[in-house]
T-cell receptor, first 107, second 110 residues
Framework: SQTIHQWPATLVQPVGSPLSLECTVE??????LYWYRQAAGRGLQLLFY??????ISSEVPQNLSASRPQDRQFILSSKKLLLSDSGFYLC??????FGSGTRLTVV | RKEVEQDPGPFNVPEGATVAFNCTYS??????FFWYRQDCRKEPKLLMS???SGNEDGRFTAQLNRASQYISLLIRDSKLSDSATYLC???????????FGPGTRLSVLP
């Protein structure tokens, strides 16, 4: 069965610091991978999705970026975090099966 | 108009009660529909898909009304463990995108 790993579970970062969140998938090959963000009291917002290595589609322009260096690895990054980047970041395989998420607080 | 709208609640109901949630959507091209459950500070998990003819899974019944562009979730005989936020989710028949509603919070009280 497919398993999605996300880390870290929680993260507190100062404004202006860089960010790197990693997501890996086991039990499948060539998965479609997604990054979502859920702000407090809001619905999930699709940030990026990838259908293969090096293929990234961005849904919302912002100071975040994503990369897919390997088939089962999806990375979310930022060079300089903003307060508004705080939220619950979720990686999903196939668009609707989620990892356990990373709760990011930018202070 | 937002793509997916849900009553945010909270719905506070006693154990054993029947509760219904509605979700309306604006994109008539939406093809697939789902209900998700999200516990506090956890990831959303698929509760059930919603089929055109309606479908039931134990105490849970989902309905789809394409003409009026809404889906519903009915929970019978509510349990304390049903307390969670319920998300309505749509997918079109093109592209890779799923659209999530903001969720309706349910609290089942003893």
């Amino acid at each position: 069965s497919q398993t999605i790993h996300q880390w870290p579970a929680t993260l507190v970062q100062p404004v202006g610091s860089p960010l790197s969140l990693e997501c890996t998938v086991e039990g499948t090959s060539n998965p479609n991978l997604y990054w979502y963000r859920q702000a407090a009291g809001r619905g999930l917002q699709l940030l990026f999705y990838s259908v293969g290595i090096g293929q990234i589609s961005s849904e919302v322009p912002q100071n975040l970026s994503a990369s897919r260096p390997q088939d089962r690895q999806f990375i979310l990054s930022s060079k300089k975090l903003l307060l508004s980047d705080s939220g619950f970041y979720l990686c999903a395989w196939d668009g609707y099966t989620f990892g356990s998420g990373t709760r990011l607080t930018v202070v | 108009r937002k793509e997916v709208e849900q009553d945010p609640g909270p719905f506070n109901v006693p154990e054993g009660a029947t509760v219904a949630f509605n979700c309306t959507y604006s994109n008539s091209a939406s093809q697939s529909f789902f209900w998700y459950r999200q516990d506090c500070r956890k990831e959303p998990k698929l509760l059930m898909s919603v089929y055109s003819s309606g479908n039931e899974d134990g105490r849970f019944t989902a309905q789809l009304n394409r003409a009026s562009q809404y889906i519903s979730l009915l929970i019978r005989d509510s349990k304390l463990s049903d307390s969670a936020t319920y998300l309505c989710v749509l997918k079109g028949n093109y592209g890779q995108n799923f659209v999530f509603g903001p969720g309706t919070r349910l609290s089942v009280l003893p």
